[in-house]
């Protein structure tokens, strides 16, 4: 009986002793949750409390442009007063050179030499000559050197000027023809009109 009470002690004391060893894993392994868990909630309130305060940043942000947006609506109306008034500026600059122009073209019109104008008609003079008398001139020499001189004569009143090209080939035109011909002879009346047009 002895023996027998001796095993049961025996196998209980073995059964508490490995019971106490499971017990003490359990713990540690309730423990070892326990902390995970703790420090995963940890980690989850920082990230709640950085998104808390990004959120709070942005509200911050969106009250600041709120708040800019009167202030952009004045640079805007400013803008606009000040591409107004520029555009008032270009038009007086526009009309303040135009009158300074026309007052400059005056003063050179007082300061002309009247010789200018005397050479003007001069030339209208030769051309009209030529008009009256081309019916009873059949010489193309003879208007050709008419027309040379009226060129000379355009030359220094104007230094250059398109009806000098067309009186040449005019010339040329007239050196092809033995005597002139009517249709040349009309021609050249109504160029003279032309030519007097664009003095």
């Avoid at 001139?137 to 009806?163: R, T, Y």
């Amino acid at each position: 009986m002895g023996e027998s009470d001796n095993i049961d002690t025996e196998d209980m004391a073995k059964f508490i002793r490995e019971a106490n060893e499971k017990s003490i894993k359990f713990a540690s392994i309730l423990e070892k949750f326990g902390l995970d868990i703790i420090t995963k909630m940890g980690q989850t309130n920082l990230k709640i409390n950085t998104l808390t305060d990004k959120i709070n940043e942005l509200n911050k942000a969106t009250l600041d442009i709120k708040a800019l947006t009167p202030q952009l609506k004045n640079v805007i109306e400013n803008q606009k007063i000040l591409e107004t008034e520029l555009d008032l500026i270009r038009s007086l600059i526009q009309r303040a050179d135009i009158s300074f122009h026309s007052r400059e073209a005056k003063s050179e019109e007082i300061e002309r030499d009247t010789s200018a104008t005397d050479k003007k008609e001069s030339i209208i003079e030769q051309f009209n000559i030529l008009k009256n008398e081309i019916d009873d001139i059949d010489d193309p020499e003879s208007v050709i050197e008419q027309l040379e001189n009226i060129k000379e004569d355009i030359f220094i009143f104007k230094g250059g000027h398109k009806i000098l090209y067309e009186i040449s080939q005019f010339g040329k035109t007239l050196m092809a023809e033995e005597i002139i011909s009517d249709e040349s002879k009309a021609s050249l009346k109504e160029k003279i009109g032309f030519w007097i047009n664009k003095l």
